[in-house]
């Protein structure tokens, strides 16, 4: 409710970007400088039955590597992000790169509104608590795939620093993970998102929980879901 609010008052198309500039610039420059995780886009290429000319939608596309990685393998991207800073560098990168993105400034919340969907792949990286409920985001994520089209999700979850938190973060994030109260940005518990996303019409389902801080899920929308 407070984050739908939010939302509705602070429009990235009249100018509201909530990423300051020097923080996007040094996130993108570490970013570009890690580069992708080939064995990543190695893994949903199969799949999506290989990328050359699938729909692919970078879903809090950030700095653009990954939009770029997928465009270099051929498929046909959207990037969509609210913070036109990470649209510009993202827009340079894919030029440098000689690749053709299509930009999409907005909500991720909203992306079922604004965008042409569905999509063949839905990619969702660090950036999850960023949506404005765990529950909704999970809807939205999930309309924007087409039938027998992939969701990836990568977040950290709220176990993830948990100490290092203030008073009022502790307190969103016990909020979020015993109400299912979001105030904020705080991290899913950890396992949310699969369940949420096993409740929904999936034919298939594969959770990496190989490292302590992150939840990692990829699913294939049902075909007749
Ligand atoms: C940590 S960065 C991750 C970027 C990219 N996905 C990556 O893998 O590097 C978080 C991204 O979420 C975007 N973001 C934050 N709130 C958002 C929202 N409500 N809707 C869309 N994008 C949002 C930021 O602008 C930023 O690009």
Not at 131 to 143: N, P
Not at 191 to 198: C, E, Q, S, T, V
Not at 211 to 218: Q, S, W, Y
């Amino acid at each position: 409710m407070i984050n739908r609010l939010h939302a509705q008052w602070h429009r990235p198309e009249q100018g509201w970007d909530p990423v300051p500039p020097g923080h996007a610039h040094q996130y993108a420059e570490g970013e570009w400088n890690l580069g992708v995780r080939e064995t990543l886009l190695d893994e949903l290429d199969a799949w999506v039955g290989g990328l050359q000319g699938k729909r692919v939608l970078d879903l809090g596309g950030g700095p653009g590597q990954y939009s770029v990685a997928f465009a270099r393998r051929g498929a046909d991207v959207t990037w969509h992000d609210v913070s036109a800073t990470y649209r510009a560098i993202a827009q340079a990168k894919a030029q440098e790169a000689g690749v053709n993105i299509c930009f999409s400034l907005g909500y991720m919340d909203e992306a079922p509104k604004c965008l042409n969907s569905p999509f063949d792949l839905v990619f969702n990286r660090i950036c999850w608590n960023y949506g404005q409920t765990d529950h909704t985001f999970a809807q939205a994520l999930f309309s924007l795939v087409k039938p027998g089209g992939v969701g990836y999700v990568d977040t950290p979850h709220s176990g993830w620093r948990r100490e290092s938190l203030s008073t009022t973060a502790r307190l969103r994030t016990w909020l979020n993970d015993v109400l299912a109260v979001k105030i904020g940005h705080p991290f899913p518990p950890h396992g949310r998102i699969a369940r949420l996303f096993a409740a929904m019409p999936i034919e298939t389902m594969r959770v990496d929980y190989s490292t302590p801080t992150n939840d990692r899920i990829l699913f294939r929308r049902a075909r007749g879901g």
